[in-house]
């Protein structure tokens, strides 16, 4: 079974600055892998979609890495803003679903 | 975007008491799934369904049981609700395509207490 580890678990950074999430997997047999955000009590939202195929994407302030050999995946995120806190989940995809870490709670100071 | 509604979004009632959770999505998406989330921790799926007729269990063991009669709807029932039941359910769907090779889309969830 897929195991699915995010470091760190909780983040606080000062507005305005770069940040890293990491995100590791146990099986590189994997078609895709997402990025989500949740808001407390709330849905995901899905923030990126990386392929199997392809080593990075990127939307506005974020951009995605895969590298699904080594089983890992970063989340950059620039110029953080207080909207940005929320929780981010990976979730690698194969097979017949999606697997999910325990995600890392950011939160931006104003 | 694919637009999934979920009913109700909130929901507290008795022990022993039935249930039915609402999923709809709009899309047109073959793929839907149930996942449980406790407060802090991941989801775990608990149903998902490859299109009409099609249930499957999922890893997480869970008392509940789907349907699939029309695409656009996939509900969830518990015949009789328990504290231990008490948590947030999110429904989610993918388009067409290989399974887990899409992107998946998510509803706001219904978060259940059972008193």
């Known amino acids: 079974k897929q195991e699915v580890t995010q470091i760190p678990a909780a983040l606080s950074v000062p507005e305005g600055e770069n940040l890293v999430l990491n995100c590791s997997f146990t099986d590189s047999a994997i078609y895709n892998l997402q990025w989500f955000r949740q808001d407390p009590g709330k849905g995901l939202t899905s923030l990126l979609l990386?392929?199997?195929?392809?080593r990075e994407q990127t939307s506005g302030r974020l951009n995605a890495s895969l590298d699904k050999s080594s089983g890992r995946s970063t989340l950059y995120i620039a110029a953080s803003q207080p909207g940005d806190s929320a929780t981010y989940l990976c979730a690698p995809g194969g097979g017949n679903q999606f697997y999910f870490g325990t995600g890392t709670s950011l939160t931006v100071i104003p | 975007e694919a637009d999934i509604y979920q009913t109700p979004r909130y929901l507290v009632i008795g022990t022993g008491k039935k249930i039915t959770l609402e999923c709809s999505q709009t899309?047109?998406?073959?793929?839907m799934y149930w996942y449980q989330q406790d407060p802090g921790m991941e989801l775990h799926l608990i149903h998902y369904s490859y299109g009409v007729n099609s249930t499957e269990k999922g890893d997480l063991s869970s008392e509940s049981t789907v349907s699939r009669i029309r695409t656009e709807h996939f509900p969830l029932t518990l015949e009789s609700a328990r504290p231990s039941h008490t948590s947030q359910y999110l429904c989610?769907?993918?388009?067409?395509?290989?399974?887990?090779?899409?992107?998946?889309?998510f509803g706001p969830g219904t978060r259940l207490t059972v008193l």
């Open positions: 899309m047109g998406h073959d793929k």
């Open positions: 990386i392929q199997s195929s392809q």
């Open positions: 989610a769907s993918t388009p067409p395509g290989l399974a887990g090779g899409n992107e998946q889309f």
